[in-house]
């Protein structure tokens, strides 16, 4: 921008200086050609004269002439003498003027070769005369009169009015060249005129854009000195060999000195020297050069003014634009207060940390943030080992100990303390602690947890403080305690609902075990168990193919033991169906029993081929239950119903709800089959539990079991009424849930 | 040989497998029977591998495949044959003894084709086995290059 206007500066100032030379140039040549037609217009001026010399001596001539005519005077002819010796003496002059002009030449010429012959006829005439004086002479001369000068007379006009007319062009020409000449000049002023402006108005505007820029810099100065003065921490800038190049006023408060006092002088030197530090110094002198900085070198001085102080330093490097010395920075900051409070805060650390106590102070994602001496000590850890990282992390359950539920119980303790925002008392706890060689040692602890509230009342810690009560439990557990006071009473209590609880967990862990071993055997029973019996059966008929020649008896034998193999796998089935209904998880759903029953009736439809069956559905709701297993419910007792039923020749069999107590829907399913014994009606329900022999009617003995374990699993009640040959109804209750 | 493709059985009781063998038999299936008697033979077969090496080219027209087996059960034996592109439209047929719901959902989830549980009683089972061999050697279309090249 600045650069670009530079050269149109340049530009117009030679502009400028060519017009003013085209003009000198110009002047010159207009001058110079004046010059040349003035003189020609001198030299006319001059023909003009010898003509009219010429015409003077030729007028004297011709008077002398016609007075020596007329008189005959000899004065008169002493005057044509005269005329005629005065224009022979111009007439050369006048050659030599005109040598240039080849027609007045000419003319000359012929004056030249005329006049001495004019001449020589008179001057013949008049000696005549002299001699003879007579007027007959006189009157021969007479003749000859005006002519001998009457050719040169109008030659010398001829040639006056050749050169009036050159000093009228001659004229001419000399004023058009002046007019020329002043043309030129103006143009030539105005063009440089115009440039000059050009050039002015560009070199103006040029100073106005310095003189802004010149000002914004000046106010960026201002401003930046403004701010470096007003920083609260003093600042000072050194050069590279470390003397004060400036300083803000913060620094001359601190130091109590002056600019004119401080500027150019050493940094060692300034305030009292408490900057004479050889580390300090030296690590300056290395920012410098170096591209390195100084960070936190903390100095304790004695200021003058506020005593002493604990200065943090900070100094960098400054490279300025356009100069290449480099200085530094150097920015104080007062950590007096930050440090004492790093005392303060080291001290109360301290405090806690020697606490007689146990204690552990948690975050609230139960990390450990401090811990007392006497709690590392009690748990054999080291603070450095275990702050920061998760407390269930630092202190798992001892692996060995398959009862061991310290930790879950911690944890739950601190969600209780996380949610409720109050402190949260523990049983004693079995909570063995890992020995630095990762064996672990018997442990029992009274913990209590309690909440630390931040200024925004939110939990900011937990601090859970525990005592070591291993030997108390250890001496209880061998009886050795006598509680007297109404604490050890209570540890005495909280001790057995510690080993209540422990038991209680024993307990759970063995039921898991069973639960799974069941698991484990069922799937066994019902992959192994069936293979052979598969197999007896199998062979058994391939045998019966096989054999030509086998008897009645034989076929009975195979087909006894293939029978008896497809007893067992149905007993195998329906014991797997009722170990499998105690495990599975009930899935409620809304189920419609008419629906149900309908389904289930169908079903059921090739137990009651070529029987007369006559049901009885009655209104049945929608109960809540797991769909699948009060089908199974159905299909047992339906087909009981139909089964039982068998010996009657129309079979009755009907459904429907029974009256209850409120919250629970009875429903009843009856028939007028065989029956039971009620003596029996307790058995009804066990597993194998058969009041009828296998020729009689089939079965396992394992439906109704099933039917109650279901009912029994969805909250319900099962029972039957009957009498021999009478009939029976069978009962079972669900709630009803929402 | 004929074009009939095979039908590749593992099982590890020779019980079953003689039953099974029966079962086919009464119903004079054309196709060839491979027995193996655990998961690794399967694998074998199906890639060449061991004894099945020098074996003609091609897949089997299906595989019954018993879900307990040693070295490599049934479930494992079932997933890396749906996990292969090559082998994956096989039809797998799973045997077993058990109605265990767990097996049963595996099974389908890693891709079974169907699934058998075997019955105690003998005619329902030759039953069960004759109908899985007309429905797959027979019924089934197989897709198209599974059709074995003639040497």
């Known amino acids: 921008m600045a650069k670009s206007r530079t050269r149109y500066i340049i530009l117009s100032v030679a502009l400028a200086t060519v017009s003013f030379l085209a003009m000198v140039l110009l002047s010159y040549l207009s001058i110079r050609s004046l010059d040349v037609a003035t003189q020609r217009v001198q030299h006319t001026d001059l023909v003009r004269d010898n003509l009219e010399e010429a015409q003077l001596q030729l007028k004297d001539l011709q008077t002398g002439i016609r007075g020596f005519i007329l008189t005959g005077d000899a004065r008169f002819y002493l005057r044509i003498e005269r005329g005629a010796k005065g224009l022979v003496a111009v007439l050369p002059r006048l050659r030599e003027l005109t040598v240039d002009n080849p027609l007045q030449q000419g003319r000359l010429d012929s004056l030249e070769s005329d006049l001495p012959a004019r001449l020589a006829e008179f001057r013949r005439l008049h000696e005549l005369s002299a001699a003879h004086a007579t007027a007959a002479t006189g009157a021969a001369i007479a003749a000859l009169g005006p002519h001998p000068t009457d050719l040169t007379s109008r030659t010398l006009v001829a040639m006056k009015s050749e050169e009036d007319q050159l000093l009228a062009q001659r004229l001419a020409a000399a004023r058009t060249d002046a007019r020329r000449t002043a043309t030129a000049l103006a143009l030539g002023l105005v063009l440089a005129g115009i440039f000059l402006a050009l050039g002015a108005l560009l070199v103006r505007r040029y100073l106005a854009e310095h003189e802004r820029t010149a000002e914004v810099n000046r106010a960026a100065r201002a401003y930046a000195e403004s701010i470096v003065d007003t920083v609260r921490e003093p600042l000072v800038i050194l050069t590279p060999d470390l003397r004060i190049n400036s300083a803000n006023r913060a620094f001359h408060q601190w130091f109590e000195t002056t600019p004119a006092e401080i500027d150019g002088h050493r940094l060692s030197e300034v305030g009292g020297g408490p900057f004479a530090i050889p580390e300090l110094l030296h690590a300056l002198e290395d920012a410098g050069p170096s591209h390195s900085q100084i960070e936190h070198f903390e100095v304790s001085v004695n200021l003058p003014r506020s005593g002493s102080k604990v200065l943090r330093l900070n100094a960098r490097k400054l490279h300025r634009p356009g100069n290449d010395t480099i200085m530094t920075l150097l920015a104080i900051e007062d950590i007096t207060v930050q440090k004492r409070i790093e005392q303060i805060h080291l001290q109360f650390r301290g405090l806690f940390e020697s606490v007689p106590g146990h204690f552990l102070v948690l975050r609230p994602d139960l990390t450990i943030a401090a811990a007392s001496d006497a709690y590392l000590a009690a748990t054999m850890t080291k603070r450095e080992e275990i702050v920061g990282k998760g407390i269930f992390e630092v202190f798992p359950d001892n692996p060995a100990d398959p009862a061991a539920n310290g930790a879950a119980n911690l944890r739950a303790s601190l969600q209780r303390v996380l949610q409720s925002g109050t402190a949260d008392t523990m049983a004693i706890q079995k909570y063995d602690v890992r020995r630095p060689d990762g064996a672990f040692e018997e442990r029992y602890w009274s913990p209590v947890n309690s909440p630390v509230f931040g200024s925004d009342l939110q939990i900011e810690y937990l601090i859970h403080r525990v005592e070591d009560v291993t030997d108390f439990i250890r001496q209880k557990q061998k009886g050795a305690a006598e509680p007297t006071a109404i604490q050890a009473r209570l540890e005495a209590v909280e001790s057995i609902i510690y080993q209540r609880s422990q038991e209680t967990q024993a307990a759970l862990n063995q039921l898991r075990m069973a639960n799974e071993e069941l698991e484990a055997f069922s799937y066994s029973v019902s992959h192994d168990l069936r293979a052979p019996l598969r197999h007896i059966a199998g062979f058994a008929d391939m045998l019966g193919k096989h054999a030509t020649t086998l008897d009645d008896k034989g076929k009975r034998y195979l087909k006894t033991i293939s029978e008896a193999a497809q007893r067992m796998g149905h007993l195998i089935d329906d014991l797997l169906t009722f170990s499998r209904i105690g495990r599975v998880e009930l899935r409620h759903a809304q189920v419609d029993l008419a629906t149900l029953i309908e389904e289930v009736k169908q079903a059921l439809q090739p137990e009651m081929a070529g029987r007369i069956v006559h049901w009885e559905v009655g209104e049945l709701p929608a109960v809540r239950a797991d769909p699948n297993l009060l089908r199974q419910v159905l299909v047992n007792l339906l087909g009981n119903a139909i089964k039982y039923t068998r010996k009657r020749a129309e079979a009755r069999i009907a459904v429907g709800c029974a009256p209850s107590e409120p919250g629970e829907t009875v429903v009843f399913i009856r028939d007028n089959g065989a029956g039971f014994d009620m003596k029996y009606a307790d058995k009804l329900f066990g597993v194998f539990q058969r009041l009828h022999s296998a020729a009689e009617f089939d079965g396992t003995g394992v439906g109704l079991a099933n039917v109650r374990r279901i009912v029994v699993r969805h909250g319900g009640r099962t029972w039957a009424e009957a009498g021999v040959e009478e009939g029976a109804t069978f009962y079972f209750s669900l709630p009803i849930l929402a | ?151």
């Open chain 2, 1 to 151: 040989m004929s074009d009939i493709k095979n039908i590749l059985f593992a099982e590890d009781s020779p019980q079953d497998v003689e039953m099974t063998l029966a079962a086919l038999a009464e119903h004079n299936l054309a196709n060839e029977v491979v027995v193996v008697d655990d998961g690794e033979g399967v694998l074998e077969y199906l890639y060449y591998q061991g004894r099945f090496a020098a074996r003609p080219v091609g897949n089997p027209a299906f595989i019954l495949l018993d879900l307990k087996m040693p070295k490599v059960d049934g479930l494992e034996v079932l997933r890396r044959i749906k996990k292969d592109p090559k082998l994956s439209s096989i039809p797998v047929v799973m045997l077993t003894s058990s109605r265990e719901e767990m097996d049963l959902a595996k099974s389908y989830e890693l891709g079974a084709n169907a699934y058998v549980v075997k019955p105690i009683d003998f005619p329902s089972f030759i039953d069960a086995v004759k109908q899985l061999g007309i429905f797959w050697a027979i019924h089934n279309q197989p897709p198209p290059d599974s059709v074995r090249k003639r040497s």
